[in-house]
């Protein structure tokens, strides 16, 4: 254990699908050390979480408290913390308890009945965003596998909706027709003017995609040019159906690296401007916050 991580006082934890991250963490939200691992929720079976927690932690204070956000509170995992329902604050329902981990404290995710909706994850970064940008109004987008648009007000998320326009891309571009025309090439020109024809002509959506197969085929259209293309008509629809949302508001996109950068270039062709907030960042805020709600609550 390094000498830093002996003087945490509590333990951060981001568990996705796919993932683990932890940060051991100082009383003030400073992160003293960090780990991660491939041992996500939809790897594990119930008594596996424990063990994937103490091998990912290893080292660290095993007697502080934790407390984690993500799937891991989905009903297949480790312990469900049910859903708050909107509006309310990102932080709204109270953390569930681990049976078999006492010291384990999971943030609840959100839930929307009309049009049915749900969130475990993204609701710790935008509380995160909201710790860190005191009074912010305005539309969260949170690109990922299930994009997130987010209308947030008065410190509440007031709705939301989900587009799966990530695992879209990645069943097209891995398991359809389309996957014998893309290389891994991108081109931003491409990409651009393929955002304005998606958001233009959503309707147009299925057609549009089979071009990205006829085209190279016919020798029409370069295919160093598919991948851009095929991400910008995928994201343009999910912007020409998000209008309502993101249209004359203020816009954070809240994630990391290229595909962030990709939706706030998407919003810029259009005329809105986003300020881009770091995922990883946003989650350890919020989880700090969820730490100090949970304090006062003991």
């Given at each position: ?28 939200g ?9 041992d996500?929720?939809?790897g ?28 891991v ?16 604050p ?10 078999d ?5 999971i943030?609840p ?6 049009p ?13 965003f ?13 690109p990922?596998t ?13 709705s ?31 990409f ?5 024809e ?6 147009r959506?299925?057609a ?23 991400s ?53 805020a ?5 730490w100090?709600q ?5």
């Amino acid at each position: 254990m390094s000498d830093a991580a002996q003087n945490a006082a509590w333990i951060a934890v981001d568990w996705g699908t796919t993932h683990l991250r932890a940060w051991a963490m100082a009383e003030s939200g400073t992160v003293l050390a960090e780990t991660a691992s491939d041992d996500g929720m939809g790897g594990l079976g119930r008594v596996e979480f424990g063990p994937a927690l103490a091998r990912v932690t290893t080292g660290w204070p095993g007697e502080v408290p934790i407390i984690a956000c993500g799937m891991v509170g989905s009903r297949q995992g480790w312990a469900e913390a049910p859903y708050a329902a909107v509006p309310c604050p990102p932080l709204a329902g109270t953390l569930a308890r681990v049976p078999d981990a006492p010291r384990v404290r999971i943030v609840p995710g959100l839930k929307q009945a009309a049009p049915p909706d749900v969130m475990r994850g993204e609701e710790t970064q935008i509380a995160g965003f909201l710790a860190l940008n005191p009074g912010w109004d305005g539309v969260a987008c949170l690109p990922g596998t299930h994009a997130k648009w987010v209308q947030i007000s008065a410190g509440e998320v007031v709705s939301f909706r989900t587009f799966l326009t990530g695992e879209l891309f990645g069943l097209l571009s891995d398991h359809s027709i389309l996957r014998h025309s893309l290389t891994e090439d991108w081109d931003e020109a491409s990409f651009a003017a393929a955002v304005g024809e998606g958001l233009a002509r959503p309707e147009r959506l299925a057609a549009s995609l089979f071009t990205l197969r006829a085209g190279p085929l016919l020798g029409l259209t370069d295919p160093a040019a598919g991948r851009a293309r095929l991400s910008g008509l995928l994201i343009g629809a999910e912007l020409a159906a998000a209008r309502p949302y993101w249209l004359g508001q203020q816009i954070a996109v809240i994630g990391e690296g290229a595909l962030a950068r990709t939706y706030a270039a998407a919003l810029d062709t259009q005329g809105a401007p986003a300020t881009l907030a770091d995922g990883s960042a946003m989650v350890r805020a919020g989880l700090t916050a969820a730490w100090r709600q949970e304090k006062e609550r003991i």
